[in-house]
C-alpha cells in the first residue's frame, strides 16, 4: 500500500509538472495575448512536438485566420466608406432632384436639386419633411396610388407631373420616376 500511495504521489507530480502547470501557463498568456494584433502563443517549454504542442499550434492559426479576417474587415470597410462618399457626393451634387419616401408617403431625405426644383414652383420646404403628396398639389389619393403602382409593378413608374405654382410663381413640369429601393422605401427622381 505504501508503494501504491508513492506510486500515486509520482503519477500525480508528473500529471502536474508536466501537463497541469503547462496548461495553466497556457491559459494565462492566452488571455492576455493581443491575439487582434496577430502575437502567437509560444510553445511550454518541452512541449513542441506533443498534444500541448499541438493545441498551441491550433491556437496559432486560429490567431492568424482571426488577424485576416479582421484585415478583410477593415478593408471592406473602408472600401464601403469611399463608396458611401463617392455617392453622398454624387447625391449632393445631382442637378436631378432625389429623394426618399417612407411608406406613410413622407418625404425622409432629399437633395439641394430637389429643393431647388420645389422652390422654384413657389413651394417652401420647413424643417419638417414634407410628404409627396406636396408634390401633387396636396392630392393625397394620387401620392397614394403612385406609390401603390410602384409597390406593385415592382418596377419603375413614371409621371409627369404639373406643380401648381405658388405665391404668384409659375407652374412648372416635372418628370418623376419612383423606384422601391427596399421593403417599404422607395426612391424618387423628379428632372425639372
Known amino acids: 500500500t505504501v508503494q501504491t500511495i508513492a506510486f500515486g504521489i509520482a503519477v500525480l507530480l508528473v500529471v502536474y509538472g508536466s501537463i497541469t502547470r503547462a ?10 495575448l493581443p491575439a487582434e494584433q496577430g502575437a502567437k502563443l509560444t510553445y511550454p517549454a518541452g512541449h513542441e512536438t506533443d498534444e500541448i504542442g499541438g493545441l ?43 429623394f426618399l419616401i417612407n411608406s406613410d408617403g413622407n418625404i425622409t431625405s432629399y437633395n439641394p436639386a430637389y429643393r431647388e426644383i420645389i422652390r422654384a414652383a ?10 409627396i403628396s406636396s408634390l401633387l398639389s396636396n392630392n393625397e389619393a394620387q401620392a397614394q396610388e403612385l406609390m401603390a403602382a410602384c409597390d406593385q409593378e415592382g418596377s419603375n413608374i413614371q409621371r409627369d407631373i404639373c406643380l ?28 425639372d
Open 23 to 32: 496548461l495553466k501557463q497556457l491559459a494565462n498568456r492566452l488571455r492576455d
Open 56 to 98: 498551441v499550434k491550433y491556437i496559432n492559426r486560429l490567431i492568424d485566420r482571426l488577424v485576416n479576417l479582421l484585415n478583410e474587415e477593415r478593408h471592406m470597410r473602408l472600401q464601403q466608406e469611399i463608396e458611401e462618399r463617392k455617392f453622398r457626393s454624387i447625391f449632393e451634387n445631382a442637378n436631378t432632384g432625389i
Open 122 to 131: 413657389g413651394y417652401s420646404i420647413t424643417s419638417a419633411m414634407p410628404k
Open 164 to 191: 401648381t405654382g405658388q405665391n404668384g410663381n409659375p407652374d412648372r413640369w416635372i418628370h418623376l420616376t419612383l423606384s422601391k429601393i427596399e421593403n417599404q422605401v422607395l426612391q424618387g427622381v423628379a428632372n
